[in-house]
Nanobody, 125 residues
Framework: QVQLVESGGGLVQAGGSLRLSCAAS????????AGWFRQAPGKEREFVAA????????DYADSVKGRFTISRDNAKNTVYLQMNSLKAEDTAVYYC??????????????????WGQGTQVTVSS
């Protein structure tokens, strides 16, 4: 069993930065791929970034490439999402997730078994 708790969301002006954290409990988290998704009002939850169990490999949605960076610290059981050059269209609830079966990159929602409760990110233009 893995439990995830996100933090670090808030209100920021366009062009600003935020760093999201996802603290995990459970012995198996460090052996699972992890990712961030987001959901804006009236839209489906979409993939943002994913990272392998080791932290060596990562993948990003085209909309955030070059602006967002995913990382993890397995000693702290924590995954991070550094978000720079934020835009109004980045406004959403951001969710952390731990993969179902894979230790590697997972970009599809159904590849994830465990989800956090979400943290709101609002970017004002």
């Amino acid at each position: 069993q893995v439990q995830l708790v996100e933090s670090g969301g808030g209100l920021v002006q366009a062009g600003g930065s935020l760093r999201l954290s996802c603290a995990a409990s459970g012995r198996t988290f460090s052996s699972r791929g992890a990712g961030w998704f987001r959901q804006a009002p009236g839209k489906e939850r979409e993939f943002v970034a994913a990272i392998s169990w080791s932290g060596i490999n990562a993948d990003y949605a085209d909309s955030v490439k070059g602006r967002f960076t995913i990382s993890r610290d397995n000693a702290k059981n924590t995954v991070y999402l550094q978000m720079n050059s934020l835009k109004a269209e980045d406004t959403a609830v951001y969710y952390c997730a731990a993969a179902r079966d894979t230790a590697y990159i997972a970009t599809m929602r159904d590849e994830y078994r465990y989800w956090g409760q979400g943290t709101q990110v609002t970017v004002s233009s």
